[in-house]
């Protein structure tokens, strides 16, 4: 794309980051109309691996069905598997995505490993041009690989990743949508924070900061900190077909709700029940 081109076409995709008052149904035609225009744009995609640390058996089964029904049509994908044996169950899931072009790579880490060490031998063991992470217990709709990856490439930003628009709250079984012009909400821009669990990045960009680090937590900030420091770029886009999960379980860290009850537009019981976010269980 020319960087004339480029320029016209980011500013046309900032007027929807400025109208917050949006409804859901009015957010997600306006949505459908972003994925047509850049993937008019975009003749191929280059490959692509997803890299996932687990230590929940379930929480595999289920974000193995949500990869199972991503639109991107082919990815790799490289599984952590945190001081458990994957199951029967995981292996059929795994043969399913097999089936339909998605490259799976398995390894086996024990307890003494933190999640910092096991996601950076993930993404030195993948070949992807970009490299996206995924956390097992947040939910994503089909489209979510699909879309990063058209942002990506339209932005050419060294990291693409969601707004924080969509939290569920395990707690209360409480989803709600937060919409706003400012914060970790906001869509659309030029960033240095994207949701963890939605990051995309470039495979040399996150070579030259040491990947993910090797540390016990805070590993989505040792990535996004470091390349901030090297001069690169963050791209937040919407936030819609992601719900972060607010989890009860002990492997999570732990935070107020009501910190994201008191700037919400709109709640749904459970999980948020559309399309978007795929097909719950």
């Not at 640390?53 to 089964?61: G, Q």
Request: with cysteine.
């Amino acid at each position: 794309m020319a960087r004339f081109q480029l320029q016209q076409y980011m500013e046309g995709f900032g007027e929807m980051a400025k109208n917050v008052a949006l409804t859901f149904d009015q957010e997600v035609a306006e949505i459908q109309q972003e994925r047509n225009e850049r993937r008019a744009l975009i003749k191929s995609y280059p490959p692509i691996s997803v890299v996932i640390s687990t230590a929940r058996p379930l929480d595999l089964e289920s974000i193995l069905k949500q990869l199972e029904v991503q639109t991107l049509e082919t990815f790799q994908l490289v599984l952590g598997i945190h001081g458990f044996k994957i199951s029967p169950t995981h292996q059929r899931l795994i043969k399913k995505l097999q089936k339909r072009s998605v490259d799976v790579i398995t390894m086996n880490f024990d307890k003494k490993f933190t999640l910092g060490q096991i996601l950076t031998e993930l993404s030195k063991a993948s070949y992807g041009k970009y490299i996206t992470k995924m956390d097992d217990d947040d939910v994503y709709g089909s489209e979510h690989l699909q879309d990063l990856a058209d942002v990506a490439i339209t932005t050419r930003a060294d990291v693409v990743g969601k707004a924080m628009n969509y939290v569920y709250l395990e707690d209360i079984d409480l989803t709600v949508r937060r919409v706003h012009k400012s914060g970790i909400a906001s869509i659309n821009q030029w960033s240095d924070w994207v949701c963890g669990g939605t990051i995309m990045v470039k495979r040399d960009s996150a070579s030259a900061v040491g990947w993910f680090g090797e540390g016990k937590s805070a590993v989505d900030s040792y990535l996004l900190g470091g390349i901030k420091r090297n001069g690169g770029k963050i791209w937040r886009m919407f936030g819609t077909g992601y719900i972060y999960r607010r989890s009860i379980a002990p492997q999570t860290y732990m935070t107020n709700s009501s910190k994201y009850l008191r700037y919400c537009n709109e709640q749904r019981v459970g999980i948020w029940s559309h399309p978007e976010f795929g097909v719950q269980e």
